[in-house]
């Protein structure tokens, strides 16, 4: 996968929600940002504020993304709902500068959705850790793992069902359950640290799974923020 | 000062800026926060969503509160624009869980613009540290200290422009000038962590100036986001 | 279980570890910690400054605790290494304020031990959300529990097995592992934030399995910092 | 000033402690910071541990800093003791991944050391916002530039103690003390979070006043982590 995976506009529907795998999705539910807010932050510098985007506010834009002035872009906020397998989630969660609820599965029952990969999403690595490629396996190789992999999550999950039905609480019998089930979450971030987590989410080292995700994220950072999305790409991808 | 002060929102401007102190203002320059995406955010537990608030809702939202559940409170951010002393802008940097932007006495100059007290602002210490109490003062005192803190910030911005137009350095002429100098900054924040700040600045224990600040921001937190602050209030004030 | 489980001092070891659930434990690497230094940073506040401690130090931490001052408590670090149940774990990582390394489940092959609860520790939940509590189940309840965890647990990591060896990606292979499979992670973090976790994991609201691991930290902790600890159980086990 | 300044190990004393500016101070109170533990952390990715750095574990603090993984950075702490003027505090106190303990002007007096720049250090900017550059002045001026800093010193300083003296609240006449006076405070920080300030204050666009004190920073990090500041230095002084 040569480069990062180019956020697709078009899959943005008019409900700011993508689908991502096969029971996920990334849906934005509010926001309040704007490429304007980070020119304003920065010019307070100067007490100097503006009530539209110019040419000089996107040069200033591209000039505090070079200098790492991370500041001015913290001064929003987006909130996603997020759907995706628990081994996706984990890896979320270490992004601490951002605010998490996810549903629970100590009050609640867990959901009966799991991530069977699409047959072109089934891999091999190669090469060693720090270094890793990954390359499509054969059909049959492909079929054998989606195969295995939900008979292990209808075994789970029909035991888990009759541990709860039995009176076993939930948030010990849920302990039967993979990694590959699905959560949901919100998750609110201001725009720097998003940009720091689609640098590092939405690249080659990324997991495909989690880097289809950033990538919906992007897609959607994009549209609200473009002046600032492409100074980020223009400083090859990387948080100020 | 006997509890907190009451927010009094007749102050509260059609455009959201609250005046405070002689030279300064707090100003809600924009929002993404009412007391719904609260609900929301918790109910993702249970992966119920609502598009209006009811009873049950209050209801959650004191339980939240009590019970210390205090992630639902940060999907939601408000953007303050302030203008205040140097004195006060240090201890509200302090709070870590926000963003800043603050004029920069490097890059533009100083504005003429410092705190004196009204007179019956002026107060002694009383007690030991711990626990001051403060007193008001003579009226012949409240005007020796005011007329000594001008005639300071007179001779220092004096000699701050005789150093600036003679070429020295901004960042360094600025050494002189006194810590009542007004700056101004953008502050983003959620509930949460603005909870925290109303609940430690807004107390009896705090600077009487930060609090008529903590009381400005009070004031407009209560106006978006009414459940959460009365939940907050029947909190004894205390940050979930 | 009525109020915190009281951190049982003779288990620590000379090696400060601590053993937790069937596969698990908590071990103190490293700590940069004591009671001293939380008096000396509020001290810095008048420029004073101890070698040893003595009673007024005692009185000014209980005052800090009390007052919630809660950076004196900042200035020290707990380094701990940890192993327990991935679902232990995604509550653990909740907590922001720390540093975390984990075990990478893409780049080493997972271990094949998981969670059985001992046969005391299988439970019903009674009540509602926000409001249960937990009773024993029969031991014939709990046998079975036991039984079903351990085949899908077997079956789940002879599937992992069966694709790693055929070549599919171990971060892939990985979806069929139930969330009671073990991790190991570092985590760095100090007695304030620390307080906030044992205040939160070591509670009756509190999962079981998390609690007996807020448990050993809580013992720990108290072991390098005993006058903070002593002073955060006074202060009913709130945080500062 | 060409590139960063280099630290100067010679002047760290026996008791960590190196003197900047005319009346401050960088001193290194404690540390629990070591190379190894930054390859533990890592390897607990592979369940690995050892005792000794080798080889192998200088290649990977390299490879960790060149592709960013920077939380095994993160396991370590480092308190600092700093004495230096208000403006530069101010700057410091803006890294909020870290710890603070500062002097209060509400709770003890004043002291009356203030910042005069050597003569040497008085500088005129030239340029714009954004590409300053700095020269020095001649003679005469950074003489006056000195002689008028101290007239502004005195005066404020004799108001402040009259108001005092007179009963005024402390917290009330430091209104009238130059942010050229001097304060201190304790600091606490990690690698990871420390790379970041260093990054940032010992470079060419930071004040020359902060990046004495970024420098003296640095020189305690460099004794402490050699292998990991050497890595620092290679990476292009990018904090990871």
């Known amino acids: 996968m040569p480069g990062p995976e180019q ?76 759907r995706c397998p628990i081994f996706v989630a984990r890896e979320w969660f270490r992004h601490r500068i951002s605010s998490f609820n996810e549903f629970s599965m100590r009050y609640a029952k867990a959901s009966d959705d799991f991530y069977v990969p699409a047959p072109e999403d089934v891999r091999t690595q190669v090469g060693k850790p720090g270094a890793y490629t990954f390359e499509p396996v054969d059909a049959e190789l492909a079929e054998r793992t989606r195969a295995e992999l939900r008979a292990v999550y209808d075994a789970a999950y029909a035991a888990y069902e009759r541990l709860v039905e039995a009176g076993v609480a939930r948030e010990l019998a849920r302990a039967a359950l993979p990694v590959g089930a699905y959560t949901e979450f919100f998750w609110t971030v201001n725009a720097r640290a998003l940009m720091n987590f689609i640098s590092l989410r939405n690249a080659e080292a990324a997991q495909r799974e989690i880097r289809l995700y950033a990538t919906a994220c992007e897609a959607l950072f994009a549209r609200h923020m473009p002046v600032t999305h492409a100074a980020f790409v223009a400083n090859e991808r990387r948080a100020p």
Request: no cysteine; hydrophobic share 40%.
């Open 7 to 82: 956020p697709d506009r078009e899959q943005v529907t008019a409900e700011d929600a993508i689908r991502v795998l096969d029971h996920g999705f990334v849906r934005l539910d509010d926001a309040m940002a704007d490429d304007l807010s980070v020119a304003n932050a920065a010019r307070v510098s100067f007490a100097r504020r503006k009530e539209e985007m110019d040419d000089a506010d996107r040069g200033l834009i591209g000039f505090l993304m070079r200098e790492r002035h991370g500041t001015p872009f913290e001064h929003n906020a987006f909130r996603f709902h997020v």
